[in-house]
């Protein structure tokens, strides 16, 4: 009525004008404004962030109004920079902005869910048999089994309950610990840094039955095994906020303003200082119009246009009028003045390995691991000496691990000579030559495959009374960029126009398409820069480049030209490599509780590229020869062409992990050997010598070798990071996939010589597949199980990024919504049922673990100038030097649950560490049990700090991490001063007393503390920057040399040609002739480069469902393909395509685009295959995503171990998972069918399943 009368009233509102009747005063109901007042009211706000993946790692405010999260907005109370700072803040994007979108959507999982024909089984089975019987009972018959695997993916769940999916999950894991192996129980979850106490719950419940947690960082394809190479570090990069203190950054492949929002603010005010950007990226993307300078180079080429930039650098820098700067770091920081061995051939010599002090008469003074110090030629006393620092001195004795101008023997100062060139005399040296290689889409540069150029050399006598010839690394790569030093010979450049010789800028042009005239200018001006600033120039890089099958090259070509400008280690300078969210800054204090270190070691791990190459039977569709990409100076009848015998070769050298890892139950082979009456170690070794027992991956398609149960968690494996996506459909799930590559049996070809051949590969694999997610995935619609879990606002945990330097929260808003759970209590209470059912199964057993040689261990050592496995070289396997270490370790798995939820007594007795260094830690157990409380329960957890909730696990964490409690870092540095011999305990002297917990953060954003763990400093004064504490507290980068390395010198390096990098053309993957014209559907067909960077509406593939995302964006798949390409097969803008090759198809709309470089196209990643998508005509299936057309391709340099740097480490080294190299067949769609009519798991178009029966 109120609004009737006020209606009544209109023309009395009127109270009186002014401003000359330009204004007016009305009397008007204000009533609308409680309306916005409502709108915008909340009971509370706390602070949380995004666990998805993102290295923006922002601060956000959650809103809470009666119990409900109704919406989020930046948070913008981080710590404040220094005065010459721009602060962090404002943190954000719009994808994040959305997420509130998904807690009470259509898209979000309320209960537990389990396939509808498996539960029929297991509530059929539990009427008449126990648990772990009624498992065993359905996967042990085929029929049952093969009826709900191939189900998968074809929807079909039904809502069971908490007690239930337990049961289940515990029955299957019991039954297969138990019949086939704690090892054949694998999990995947990424990236530990986006929610740590999340992916500590499933890798704790995993690490204590003895399961195996599989790598993810190669597997992604984040981990640049160039980093490992070059520093031995897995990647450590500087902070955003430290671009700001550049003066001449390149964005290389980074995508900044789309893939790294939160942070392009500093690339964008750096430039109001004068500082210079340019931007390289095949297509014009967002980046290009944020710089002064773009360079196209056409994709998979940009080694060649680094080793241009190096050309010009290195001649002008370093030769024609050297900078004293760039010497002066090359001879302290570099291994430019290491002397390197020449093996004669007869044509000249080649470039053999790193001569060591143990090639040298009584070892040139030195005791101690002599075959693992380098040796150069000292300019103060015109001889070798061997400098401190190298590998050698890193195990074994105190107080040289140091690279302080010194020689090892009495510490006499060294000034190391750059080159021999003085010395008088000169040899023909061999260079491999890839870039003439022919292939159909990329360009060649013709040359000789072996380039001959002549390189100053020095003659010695070795301790064996033989001549050598030795060369300086300076020395070689001056020969092998192509340089003129006027030592005559040929293949080397009278100029830069000179294309005929590999490295000049104009050889460059041929295969780049970028002019020689901008490579030149752009090396100018970055190395000139570089030198007027002492390293203030830096490359900021994404993972495009990581994801060609030569990675290395294209990324050890831009670390060149950082060393050679002295960038590394230097405020503003340096490599900025941003991929997923990779800092786990409380690394130390994470891994005794995320992998039970403290109940048991060593865990059980596992290179997930290589596992899923394996037992997704990807290797039985192999193209490519490896003979292919060996050197032209190789011998290759030593080398086998199959990918797998490289792999199976490196497993049983102990080079990588295996998983699982023998062809019998671990817990049976400790039973074995006890009957035998001998230690379990010595049996094993007996019978695999005498063929009785055999590795596991020798026999990929035996069903005893199988892996059985997968938990996934925190990931989207099946529809965003799979490569080979229908081969893991096929073989591993066993359910309708598009694969339309016939395997090597059919088609002919080379087979594996390692590996067990039957003609029909094993489908169907895994028994269970367990998938914890908050929302309908991809990845959900294959698995058996779903189990919904909290949300990012609605679980405690913990958040960092190498982006910034700060520690933050996720926080529960309000409790998780329907029946949602936490990672923490989900996998707590599947631990609880598990203990429960091994009682009467399972009791206190010995469960056989074996190791690979592992980085920063003294099994680096193992290896000093390379050599095979036992097997292939005939001899008897020793665990530690040609075979894997081995380990039992005792499981007591009815007390499973107790272990889970205590900390275990090891942290007491061993302390805790990283990276090659320990320290005590039982004070900070003590000061545990105190905040957490004891368990009081019999038991062997009794008298142990609990681990109750998911606040008790983070505050574990905080308290055993130097990052994060002052008194620990002290400690940490205390451990590496007794190695360096160097005091460093200054860098954390003034936080000894500051100690970081739960409730701290939930306050603000905390700055972590200095840790030895990383290479640089969180310091008042400096930004954090990697490298920063080896350049200026002289720590040696933990590598061959103890410097970076430009020369790699592992024999399988030198075989394959990578001692020293080179532009490497992609590899032919032979995926588009086997089906182009092959499937006609009446429209043309063109094969391009298929190209999958990162998006701009989603983060992977969280968001890319969000209907706010979906409505921004075309709302759907999506492929982006250049006008000209376009137009040549009738495809316009919108236009309903269809992508394909061998390994499978997809379907999407088109976006044609002038941006997009002719002869690629662009899916951008992880676009979900749930939203929008047809049918292919060509599979006859539901279309797939952007990993539905590739295949994993392994290298095997990447396989190395035992071998100082290129040793294995969990995420650190180890194959990965490339996949641009792939080509697509793209035509325009006759018929969209989006197969609505089609019976899909039993179910008739739009049926709806109907329930089950709850009774049992």
């Known amino acids: 009525m109120s609004h009737l009368l006020d209606q009544l009233r209109f023309f009395k509102r009127k109270q009186g004008e002014f401003a000359n009747g330009h204004g007016e005063t009305r009397k008007e109901s204000r009533d609308w404004e409680n309306v916005y007042r409502s709108r915008w009211q909340y009971d509370k706000i706390v602070r949380s962030t995004h666990g998805v993946n993102c290295t923006g790692s922002c601060s956000w405010k959650i ?12 948070q913008t109370d981080y710590p404040r920079t220094r005065n010459d700072l721009p602060n962090h803040e404002p943190r954000g994007c719009p994808r994040g902005a959305s997420y509130s979108w998904y807690i009470y959507s259509a898209n979000r999982l309320k209960y537990p869910k389990v396939r509808k024909p498996l539960l029929k089984l297991w509530r059929e089975a539990r009427r008449s048999l126990a648990p772990v019987e009624a498992w065993a009972s359905i996967v042990n018959d085929p029929a049952k089994a093969e ?58 419940y995993l690490s204590l039955i003895g399961g195996v947690c599989l790598s993810f960082y190669d597997w992604y394809c984040d981990l640049p095994p160039a980093s490992p190479q070059v520093w031995g570090e897995q990647t450590d990069v500087p902070e955003s906020a430290d671009w700001y203190n550049s003066n001449y950054i390149i964005a290389w492949g980074s995508n900044v303003p789309q893939t790294r929002t939160p942070d392009a603010h500093f690339f964008t005010e750096v430039r109001y200082k004068g500082t210079k950007t340019v931007a390289i990226t095949p297509d014009y993307a967002e980046v290009a119009k944020l710089t002064d300078l773009w360079l196209n180079p056409k ?25 004293d700067y760039f010497r002066d770091y090359a001879k302290k920081y570099t291994d430019m003045p290491m002397l390197v061995l020449l093996e004669a051939r007869a044509d000249g010599y080649s470039a053999d390995r790193f001569l060591r002090a143990s090639d040298l008469a009584d070892n040139l003074g030195q005791a101690n691991n002599p075959e693992w110090k380098t040796i150069a030629v000292d300019n103060i006393s015109a001889g070798l000496v061997s400098p401190q620092g190298a590998i050698g001195y890193r195990w074994g004795e105190k107080g040289k691990w140091n690279i302080e101008a010194r020689e090892g023997g009495e510490g006499r100062t060294t000034d190391l000579r750059l080159s021999l060139l003085d010395d008088g005399e000169a040899v023909e040296v061999a260079f491999p030559y890839f870039g003439g290689q022919y292939h159909e889409h990329f360009a060649a540069a013709p040359g000789d495959d072996i380039q001959l150029r002549r390189v100053p050399v020095r003659s010695l006598t070795l301790a064996d009374g033989r001549q050598a010839k030795v060369a300086t690394v300076f020395d070689l790569m001056a020969a092998n960029l192509g340089i003129d030093r006027g030592l005559g010979g040929s293949n080397v450049a009278s100029d830069y126009d000179d294309a005929s010789v590999p490295g000049t800028p104009a050889w460059q042009e041929q295969i780049t398409g970028v002019s020689r005239e901008r490579a030149i200018q752009v090396a100018r001006e970055f190395a000139d820069n570089a030198d007027k600033t002492h390293g203030r120039s830096m490359i900021i890089v994404g993972a495009a480049m990581n994801h060609w099958y030569h990675m290395d090259m294209n990324y050890r070509g831009l670390i060149n030209m950082l060393m050679l400008c002295g960038c590394v280690g230097q405020t503003g300078g340096g490599w900025a490599h941003y991929v997923g969210q990779e800092k786990l800054r409380p690394q130390c204090g994470w891994l005794p509780l995320a992998f039970g270190l403290d109940w048991s070691r060593p865990p059980r791990q596992m290179n ?29 009848a030593q080398f086998p062409e199959h990918m797998l015998d490289y792999n199976i070769r490196a497993e049983r050298a102990g080079w990588l992990p295996s998983a699982p890892q023998l062809n019998r139950n671990p817990l049976q ?40 149960n997968m938990f996934i968690w925190r990931s989207n494996l099946l529809g965003s990071s799979g490569k080979g996506h229908e081969y893991m459909l096929k073989y591993l799930l066993g359910t309708r996939n598009g694969v339309m590559n016939e395997d090597l049996g059919k088609r002919g070809g080379f087979k594996p010589n390692e590996a067990e051949w039957v003609e029909e590969g094993a489908i169907g694999k895994l028994d269970l597949v367990t998938t914890l997610d908050f929302r309908m995935s991809s990845t959900c619609m294959y698995s058996d199980i779903v189990l919904p879990t909290a949300t990012w606002y609605e679980k405690d945990d913990m958040n960092t990024s190498d982006m910034h330097p700060f520690i933050h929260p996720l926080s529960a808003a309000i409790d998780p919504a329907w029946e949602a759970r936490s990672d923490w209590e989900i996998y707590k209470g599947i631990a609880k049922a598990f203990s429960a059912m091994s009682e009467g199964q399972l009791g206190v057993e010995q469960d056989l673990v074996t190791v690979p040689l592992l980085h920063d261990s003294p099994g680096e050592l193992a290896q000093p100038f390379g050599g095979s496995d036992w097997k292939t070289a005939g001899e008897a396997p020793v665990p530690g030097l040609n075979c894997p270490n081995m380990t039992v370790v005792e499981r007591d798995y009815p007390a499973t649950y107790k272990k889970f939820t205590s900390l275990g007594p090891l942290l007491d007795k061993l302390g805790n560490g990283g990276k090659g260094i320990n320290w005590n830690t039982e004070h900070e157990v003590e000061f545990l049990g105190e905040l957490n409380h004891t368990v009081r329960d019999e038991g062997v957890s009794q008298g142990r700090p609990k681990i109750e909730s998911a606040i008790d696990a983070a505050e574990v964490i905080l308290s055993l991490a ?51 763990t990383w290479s640089g400093l969180e310091d008042e004064h400096v930004s954090y920057n990697a490298g920063y504490t080896n350049v200026h507290e002289y720590i040696p980068w933990r590598t061959i040399t103890g410097r970076q390395q430009f020369y790699q010198d592992h024999p399988w390096m030198q075989a394959f040609g990578e001692q020293l990098q080179s532009y490497r053309p992609p590899i032919n993957t032979r995926t588009v002739d086997y089906v182009k014209g092959k499937k006609p559907n ?44 376009a137009k040549k097969v009738g495809i316009e803008d919108n236009d309903w395509i269809e992508c394909f090759n061998a390994n499978g198809a997809l379907t999407a709309r088109a976006v044609v685009s002038q941006r997009v470089k002719e002869g690629m196209v662009m899916m951008y990643h992880a676009q979900e295959r749930i939203v929008n998508v047809p049918g292919a005509e060509t599979t006859k299936t539901r279309g797939g995503h952007h990993n539905s057309v590739t295949r994993v391709v392994l290298k095997p340099t990447h396989m190395i171990g035992g071998y100082a740097q ?17 080509f697509v067949v793209v035509r325009k769609m006759s018929k969209v069918d989006w197969l609505d009519d089609t019976a899909v798991g039993g179910l008739g178009g739009d049926a709806l399943p109907q329930p089950l029966p709850t009774d049992v």
């Not at 998968?152 to 029955?171: P, Q, T």
């Not at 035998?676 to 070798?705: H, I, T, W």
């Not at 008194?967 to 970081?996: C, N, Q, Y």
């Open 1082 to 1125: 009446g429209n043309p067909e063109i094969a391009l480069n298929w190209i999958t960077p990162h998006q701009k509406w989603g983060i992977h593939s969280t968001y890319s469902d969000n209907l706010i995302m979906l409505t921004l964006s075309r709302g759907g798949p999506i492929v982006w393909m250049s006008e000209v390409d």
């Open 962 to 1012: 130097p990052e994060t409690n002052g008194h620990v870092a002290l400690k940490a540095w205390a451990a590496l001063s007794a190695f360096t011999g160097r005091d460093h305990s200054h860098l954390a002297m003034p936080k000894e007393h500051e100690a970081i917990r739960f409730r701290d953060i939930q306050a603000q954003p905390r700055k972590i503390i200095s840790s030895p």
């Open 299 to 323: 994709q998979g080429t940009d080694a060649a246009l680094a080793q241009a930039f190096t050309h010009v650098i290195f001649k002008e820098f370093h030769l024609d009028t050297p900078s």
């Open 1206 to 1222: 290129q040793s294995y480490g969990f995420n650190y080294y180890g194959t990965v998972g490339c996949n641009r190299d792939e």
């Open 147 to 204: 009826s709900y695997k191939s189900q998968r993916g074809m929807g079909g769940f039904v809502r069971s309950h908490w007690d239930e999916v337990n049961e289940i999950i515990a029955a299957a894991n019991v039954h297969t610990v138990k019949q086939h192996g704690p090892d054949r129980v694998v999990g995947f979850s990424p990236i530990p840094a986006m929610s740590m106490v999340s992916y500590a719950a499933g890798a704790r």
């Open 669 to 708: 082979v400790t039973r074995d050997a006890a009957a035998a009456g001998m230690p379990a170690k010595d049996y094993v070794l007996k019978s695999l010598q005498d063929g009785s027992l055999r590795f596991a991956c020798e026999q990929p398609d035996n069903p005893a070798n199988f892996p059985r």
């Open 608 to 636: 997930g590229t290589s596992f899923f190459y394996n037992h997704s039977s990807q290797w039985r569709h192999e193209k490519m020869s490896i003979h292919e990409v060996l050197s032209p100076l190789a011998d290759k």
């Open 63 to 74: 809103y809470v109004k009666n119990g409900l999260i109704t919406w989020e907005t930046q």
